[in-house]
């Protein structure tokens, strides 16, 4: 449905996409990940046809190279953030506007507006003004404008940014639930990593104007290939060490005085006394009393430090021979404080170029 083939745009000096490469299938809901300056926006912009790239091999959409077509003969319409929408118009003129500078009759126009605000739960606020709507209201009619026209690609641009926590949540899963009914390719910009966990079929991680990580949400939740995509996704114990063996898909690395199993994740595989780094997520860390625990391998001597509660779950620090591991300890009723060891499990534990 998309197919993206060498893209690259500078900004002056400042180069935002560095000969970019992507693609999205019929019907997937795609996410590009990345801090602000990372290219995600700038690829949108392009996508769309808002922007002109410096250079670019090829840019399709269904099948059409539209490399040197402008936005309005492009087959994908955009959601802004700022929604877009003009006061002085009802809420069923916003949504058919598009279908009005194209040209089709009004009858028509007034049909599919509200067959649009139909699918966003909206149809019996045909008649009100922008102001009189609540901002998750907002949200709904600028979706329903970009769908009036009935695109192959929806672009969606960080849309949900400006809602508080609750209405985004909610959001989220309107539109999974809209992405389902539809079949409609969505491509989604973010820079949160919850949104692109919570929504997408896969995901592309973006830094500095280039691929970072693709791959489901699964995969880079877990399964990050770097350092820089390790700490974006949010592993809080990042540790060096040094390659001891390498044997049937696992390796062996040594921190000081331990020997530590993990799951190397990266393209090319290390060898034998080379620097890497284990990554280890907060929740994946158990804190036991050795002796009872039964763990034989990537297990630490640690003593409590300080806590931190933070309503659903709890902070907790360990200092250990290898510096401060973090633990986060969901289970309330678990004596957190009552270790003096902490241990995780080979699978739990990724270990990456240094």
Not at 30 to 35: E, M, N, P, S, V
Not at 58 to 68: H, N, Q, Y
Not at 85 to 112: A, C, D, T
Not at 293 to 308: D, F, H, V, Y
Request: aromatic share 6%; net charge neutral.
């Amino acid at each position: 449905m998309l197919e993206v083939v060498g893209a690259t745009h500078a900004y002056g000096p400042v180069v935002a996409l560095d000969n970019v490469s992507l693609t999205a299938e019929r019907g997937e809901f795609l996410t590009i990940l990345g801090a602000s300056g990372s290219g995600k926006t700038t690829m949108l912009r392009i996508i769309s046809g808002l922007e002109r790239p410096s250079r670019i091999e090829r840019l399709a959409i269904d099948g059409a190279d539209v490399s040197d077509k402008p936005a309005s003969m492009r087959n994908c319409t955009t959601v802004f953030q700022n929604y877009a929408l003009f006061p002085h118009m009802s809420v069923g003129e916003n949504v058919g506007y598009g279908l009005k500078v194209r040209g089709v009759p009004k009858p028509e126009i007034q049909s599919r507006a509200l067959d649009a605000l139909r699918l966003v739960q909206l149809a019996d606020k045909a008649d009100r003004r922008i102001h009189q709507l609540s901002g998750g209201e907002r949200q709904r009619v600028a979706l329903a404008r970009a769908l009036v026209t009935r695109p192959a690609i929806l672009l969606l641009d960080e849309p949900l940014g400006a809602l508080d926590e609750k209405l985004r949540q909610e959001m989220q899963s309107e539109l999974v639930e809209l992405h389902r009914t539809l079949g409609m390719t969505f491509v989604y910009i973010t820079h949160s990593q919850e949104e692109a966990l919570t929504m997408s079929d896969r995901v592309i991680l973006m830094r500095r104007g280039r691929i970072e990580q693709s791959g489901s949400p699964e995969a880079l939740f877990d399964r990050p290939v770097s350092r820089f995509a390790a700490e974006f996704m949010g592993f809080e114990n990042i540790i060096p060490a040094v390659v001891r063996e390498i044997s049937a898909g696992r390796v062996i690395v040594e921190i000081g005085p331990h020997v530590i199993s993990g799951i190397w994740t990266a393209p090319v595989e290390p060898r034998q006394g080379d620097r890497v780094l284990i990554a280890v997520r907060a929740e994946r860390l158990m804190p036991v009393r050795q002796g009872q625990s039964g763990a034989k391998e990537n297990l630490i001597e640690a003593t409590p430090g300080p806590r931190t509660y933070r309503g659903k779950y709890v902070d907790q620090a360990a200092t250990t021979s290898i510096g401060t591991i973090r633990l986060r300890v969901w289970d309330r009723s678990t004596p957190v404080e009552d270790f003096n060891a902490v241990t995780w499990s080979l699978t739990d534990c990724v270990i990456i170029p240094a």
